[in-house]
T-cell receptor
Framework: SAVISQKPSRDICQRGTSLTIQCQVD?????MFWYRQQPGQSLTLIAT?????????ESGFVIDKFPISRPNLTFSTLTVSNMSPEDSSIYLC???????????FGEGSWLTVV | QKEVEQNSGPLSVPEGAIASLNCTYS??????FFWYRQYSGKSPELIMF????GDKEDGRFTAQLNKASQYVSLLIRDSQPSDSATYLC???????????FGTGTSLTVIP
């Protein structure tokens, strides 16, 4: 498995502001993934972050709204910019590791935009 | 469009019974199949994965895969109230490929 720490675990944010979520992994990984889980929905991949290159965004997600940093092999950040109530969601950092290249998730960051 | 379908439930079973959770997927190229459990207010945690047709057992959990019919299921034997959670099915094409998640099945085990 993997130990994946996320901060903040929970926050209430004002409309129009931005928030940066941090993700720290207990060992080096090539790829880190950022998912969103909106209330009552399943997980949707936002982007894949590789160290030393630009993040790869999935359809419907853009860098201006969700800028990502990946400064080294154990750390990544996701910023949710210019937030609106529709951005209220759980944001999950994850890594691929181990037998079967299984995805493991961090504890998640619960964001509520008011 | 790669789709993973699950019955959203809720599924209720009495304590000690077998809970059966089902998942179908649309992409015949899918190679890896995963079951995650998500408690309310928590992030998903891996239960088990399966690659080959047939059954794979791990404690009280058995995953069943049928690639010809494009379905994967999870059986929970001797269900306990602590098994009450949402169960997410996920598939991927191969290493490094995106995981596609179902919407999850809510399970309640009644004491």
């Amino acid at each position: 498995s993997a130990v994946i720490s996320q901060k903040p675990s929970r926050d209430i944010c004002q409309r129009g502001t931005s928030l940066t979520i941090q993700c720290q992994v207990d060992s080096q990984v090539t790829m880190m993934f950022w998912y969103r889980q909106q209330p009552g929905q399943s997980l949707t991949l936002i982007a894949t972050a590789n160290q030393g290159s630009e993040a790869t965004y999935e359809s419907g997600f853009v860098i201006d709204k969700f800028p990502i940093s990946r400064p080294n092999l154990t750390f990544s950040t996701l910023t949710v910019s210019n937030m609106s109530p529709e951005d209220s969601s759980i944001y999950l950092c994850s890594v691929e590791r181990g037998l079967g290249n299984t995805i493991y998730f961090g504890e998640g960051s619960w964001l509520t935009v008011v | 469009q790669k789709e993973v379908e699950q019955n959203s439930g809720p599924l209720s079973v009495p304590e000690g019974a077998i809970a059966s959770l089902n998942c179908t997927y649309s992409d015949r190229g899918s190679q890896s199949f995963f079951w995650y459990r998500q408690y309310s207010g928590k992030s998903p945690e891996l239960i088990m994965f399966i690659y080959s047709n047939g059954d794979k057992e791990d404690g009280r959990f058995t995953a069943q895969l049928n690639k010809a019919s494009q379905y994967v299921s999870l059986l929970i034997r001797d269900s306990q109230p602590s098994d009450s959670a949402t169960y997410l099915c996920a598939v991927s094409l191969n290493t490094g490929n995106q995981f596609y998640f179902g919407t999850g099945t809510s399970l309640t085990v009644i004491p």
